[in-house]
């Protein structure tokens, strides 16, 4: 009999990893008005895991019967289990909103509600909501028409009792939608006077509140209660099968679709008096399986993530400077560069600005002939898009593989895609029916008669904007190893069918969970033999039960095993007999841990990839993933050394277990060792010496 192997259920270890960010939230060491952003972090994670996860769960409990093939588990039962920690949570979370703002207030930082405003502040408000507010708002009185209005997701609302004091049957419901679309929602009010030191900041929910007597004056009532209310709504896309759209029509459609998706989420504030809950529910149709979730008074804090940046640089995380590197920073030519030697940059310690700046060498350059590049998600502004539409009117022919279906980033890729086209580019919607996951640039140039590749492969997104705050890991190479077989993958994207045998390069999903698997196997043959074996793995995600599966065989044959996975894992840990050659670590901080490096020690010639794919079914199975070998011995160096770096770490670092409580890990080091501090210190070498100053006699 084949021996059962034991998982932790995915959205429960990820509610352990969203209990991460709250920790960070709590923390009293990280600075005041972080911990603030850190809650928006948590709230903005925790609205995509309804639209996302719970929806999934609530589609399966549909299927009933015919769902269970397919899984092993009980979807209520997970339900269940979510409620509880998300109501935990959600107590947790507000104590710890109720300390950060007496924090604030000894730092003379008040955010007051509509009840706390001085009669300076009264006139300012009233104006302020007059000019900025009034104009925006759309108040639906609801005991006036026949059909409940349908609420918006990521919207947050107003619902709103009117009352005459003395008379509670006289009363009357309405329901306002906060505009923060449209109006920011956190307005700093002027100080009260010039020697004053107290700075005090209004929500938007709360002008509202202070002005419904304004907004609802022609109407005779005297009482206004308001109380907020959310809805969360299944984000996954339904995608027509008629032949006669394309495929970017049927996206469109179904993005369009998503905002009328079942309901899966209910918040509301647990203050709200019961007959205007009970009408709600009545005409909303809710019931207790519709995850009702009483909150605070306040929802949307992902909102908090753009939390005021107000002049208290103390209050905040000290800006460092993405590092430059000397080996391309000193040179005119990136292609010079990387034709001597593979260059490999670390995000967001090192600056995105060499491969925007690689692009603008491409862009003019008259040998180069041609630029292929995948985008899943890039910036609002994006100057990698600029320098391809560059290119393109510099004659290089330019392909870009846009993945319209990247979530929540579907109207941006379909906006971008027609841009793209429309200056010329040649565009690809994806492969049918996988995501193209896979971080992958080409640039070909004609030198002495020969096409010369020059490849960049990551484990990030082309996104300046996110390179700031995602830690991942870039290789600049002229390897034709790799690049070869990188531009076979392009092929591979412009001719589906034509499937190519890859030496070096890991595809998903032809090769990944096989190369892996060989990989692991590998390992455990020479543990058996009595030799050396070791795995050392990165990643955001360990779900894949016959991964995890491998590497509990990996374990019983005596590999060491250690594994640094930032959100969800599905391996327990050091159970014995099972799993107690495994050591799994988690670290959140102020970056978002990214990247993705896989270590096989293979009798000590020891091999290393960088890549787009977790350990995920997804990632492995259904998407186009690439897993890039690092040949160059300085490179894996690099890593070993970065990896080391954060296996050290006794600060930020969890130990993950059967128990998941994310208890803090302790080392025998009596030095402090913060991944992100000493990573930067240690890439500091590489960067350009400053320039000596010049004294003058």
């Known amino acids: 009999m084949s021996k059962e192997y034991e998982f932790i259920n995915r959205e429960i270890s990820w509610l352990s990893f969203n209990a991460r960010v709250l920790q960070e939230a709590a923390d009293t060491n990280v600075p005041l008005l972080e911990r603030l952003r850190f809650l928006g972090i948590f ?11 719970i929806a999934t769960l609530k589609r399966l409990l549909v299927l009933g019967k015919k769902a269970k093939s397919g899984i092993n588990y009980r979807p209520k039962q997970v339900l269940t289990q979510v409620q509880k920690i998300v109501l935990q949570q959600g107590k947790r979370f507000e104590e710890i909103y109720n300390n950060i703002q007496q924090e604030l207030k000894k730092h003379n930082i008040h955010i007051i509600n509509e009840k706390e405003l001085t009669e300076e502040h009264c006139e300012f408000v009233k104006n302020y909501f007059q000019e900025n507010v009034r104009p925006a708002l759309v108040p639906i009185m609801l005991n006036q028409i026949k059909q409940f209005p349908t609420l918006r997701d990521k919207a947050i609302y107003l619902a709103i009792k009117l009352s005459q004091k003395g008379k509670p049957l006289n009363k009357e419901f309405a329901l306002i939608e906060i505009p923060t679309d449209v109006v920011g929602r956190f307005i700093i009010l002027p100080r009260v006077s010039a020697r004053s030191k107290k700075l005090h900041i209004i929500l938007l929910d709360d002008i509202i509140r202070f002005n419904l007597p304004e907004v609802f004056s022609s109407f005779p009532y005297n009482n206004f209660e308001a109380y907020t209310i959310k809805l969360t709504r299944d984000a996954e896309l339904d995608i027509d099968n008629d032949i006669s759209q394309s495929f970017l029509d049927k996206i469109s459609k179904s993005v369009k679709a998503r905002q009328k998706g079942e309901l899966v989420r209910f918040v509301y504030d647990n203050k709200m008096p019961k007959d205007l809950f009970d009408y709600i529910k009545l005409k909303m149709k809710l019931n207790d399986e519709n995850n009702l979730l009483p909150g605070g008074r306040y929802h949307n804090f992902k909102d908090f993530m753009k939390f005021p940046s107000i002049d208290h640089k103390h209050l905040m995380y000290q800006k460092q400077k993405p590092l430059l590197h000397k080996d391309i920073a000193s040179s005119a030519s990136y292609f010079d560069v990387m034709k001597k030697q593979d260059i490999m940059l670390h995000y967001p310690y090192q600056s995105f600005s060499h491969f925007i700046d690689l692009l603008r060498e491409a862009a003019i350059d008259p040998m180069v002939k041609s630029i292929k590049i995948t985008l899943y998600r890039v910036a609002s502004n994006s100057m990698v898009i600029n320098a391809l539409i560059n290119a393109a009117k510099n004659g290089k022919h330019v392909i870009a593989v846009v ?29 049918s029916g996988l995501k193209v996951h896979s971080k992958l640039c080409l640039i070909t140039r004609t030198e002495k008669g020969k096409p010369v590749r020059y490849a960049n492969i990551t484990t990030g ?24 077989e990188v531009e076979q993958t392009f092929e591979f994207f412009e001719k589906n069918y034509k499937v190519h045998q890859y030496k070096y390069l890991i595809l998903s999903p032809h090769a990944t969970r096989r190369k892996f698997t060989k990989l692991i196997e590998h390992e455990i043959e020479n543990a058996k033999k009595g030799k050396k074996a070791a795995i050392f793995l990165k990643m955001n995600s360990l779900v894949d039960e016959d991964m995890i599966t491998q590497l509990y065989k990996a374990s019983s044959a005596g590999v060491k095993i250690r594994a640094i996975i930032r959100g969800i894992c599905a391996l327990i840990p050091g159970v014995p007999g099972m799993s107690e050659n495994i050591e799994v670590i988690s670290i959140v901080d102020k970056f978002l841990e990214h990247s993705r490096i896989y270590v096989f020690h293979n009798g000590g010639d020891e091999l290393y990839y960088i890549s787009s794919a977790d350990w995920m079914t997804r990632n492995i199975d259904h998407r186009i993933e690439t897993s890039c070998p690092i040949f160059d011995k300085k490179i894996q160096k690099e890593l070993r050394d970065m990896m080391e770096i954060q296996w050290s770490d006794n600060v930020k670092a969890r130990i993950m277990d059967r128990v998941q409580d994310n208890k803090y890990r302790k080392t025998d080091s009596k030095i402090k060792i913060r991944t992100q501090t000493v990573t930067y210190e240690y890439l500091k070498p590489l960067a350009p010496a400053p320039p000596k100053s010049s004294t003058k006699a």
């Not at 709230?43 to 996860?53: A, K």
């Not at 279906?405 to 841009?419: S, V």
């Not at 793209?420 to 492969?431: A, F, K």
């Open 43 to 53: 709230s903005n994670n925790q609205d995509e895991f309804f639209r996302v996860r």
């Open 403 to 431: 993945e319209l279906q990247a979530r929540f980033d579907e109207e941006a890729n379909i906006r971008w895609a027609k841009e793209l086209q429309d200056e010329g580019l040649q565009v690809i919607y994806g492969v």
């Open 461 to 484: 997104n082309y996104n300046e904007n996110t390179s700031l705050v995602y830690a991942d890991d870039s290789l600049f190479t002229c390897e034709p190893r790799i690049t070869n």
